[in-house]
C-alpha cells in the first residue's frame, strides 16, 4: 500500500550524494585492505611493519568497508541510526587514513589514504547540512 503524496518525504540531493560516496568510501575502504591483506607480506617485508600488523590492519579495513557500504545503503531511507553509525564509520575512516598515512608508506596506501580521508570529510559535510538535518528529523525513526 502506497502512503499519500503529503507523508512522503523527499530525500534531499545531498543525502543522496552523500549515499553514494559512503558507498565509494567503503568500496575504497575494500580496496584498500585488500591491497594490506593480498600485498601486505611484502610491504612488512620491506618496511618496519610486522606481517601480523599488516594482517590486522587489512582485516579491520575489510570489516569497515563492508560494514560502510551496507550502512550507506539504508541511509537511503533516511534511517537515523544508519546516519548515526556513518559518521562513526567516516571518522574511523579518516583515522585509518591517518594511520596508513604514518605507517604505510607505499604510494598505493598513500593515494588510497588521502582519498579516503577526503571523501570521508565531504561525506560528514554533506550528512550533517540544513537540508539533511531536516530530511533526518522528519523520516520515520530507523
Known amino acids: 500500500?502506497?502512503?499519500?503524496?503529503?507523508?512522503?518525504?523527499?530525500?534531499?540531493?545531498?543525502?543522496?550524494?552523500?549515499?553514494?560516496?559512503?558507498?565509494?568510501?567503503?568500496?575504497?575502504?575494500?580496496?584498500?585492505?585488500?591491497?594490506?591483506?593480498?600485498?601486505?607480506?611484502?610491504?612488512?617485508?620491506?618496511?618496519?611493519?610486522?606481517?601480523?600488523?599488516v594482517l590486522v590492519f587489512g582485516i579491520l579495513y575489510l570489516i569497515f568497508g563492508i560494514v560502510t557500504i551496507a550502512v550507506g545503503v539504508g541511509l537511503r531511507n533516511g534511517s537515523r541510526f544508519a546516519r548515526i553509525l556513518v559518521t562513526i564509520l567516516m571518522v574511523i575512516d579518516i583515522l585509518g587514513g591517518i594511520a596508513n598515512l604514518i605507517w604505510f608508506r607505499s604510494n598505493q596506501t598513500v593515494t588510497s589514504a588521502i582519498i579516503t580521508i577526503i571523501v570521508s570529510v565531504v561525506v560528514l559535510a554533506l550528512l550533517y547540512n540544513r537540508r539533511a538535518s531536516?530530511?533526518?528529523?522528519?523520516?520515520?525513526?530507523?
Open 1 to 53: 500500500m502506497t502512503e499519500p503524496v503529503s507523508n512522503i518525504v523527499r530525500r534531499p540531493g545531498s543525502v543522496t550524494i552523500v549515499v553514494v560516496l559512503t558507498i565509494i568510501s567503503g568500496i575504497l575502504t575494500l580496496l584498500g585492505a585488500l591491497f594490506l591483506l593480498l600485498l601486505g607480506g611484502a610491504a612488512s617485508l620491506a618496511s618496519n611493519v610486522s606481517g601480523v600488523a
Open 134 to 142: 531536516e530530511f533526518f528529523a522528519r523520516t520515520p525513526a530507523g
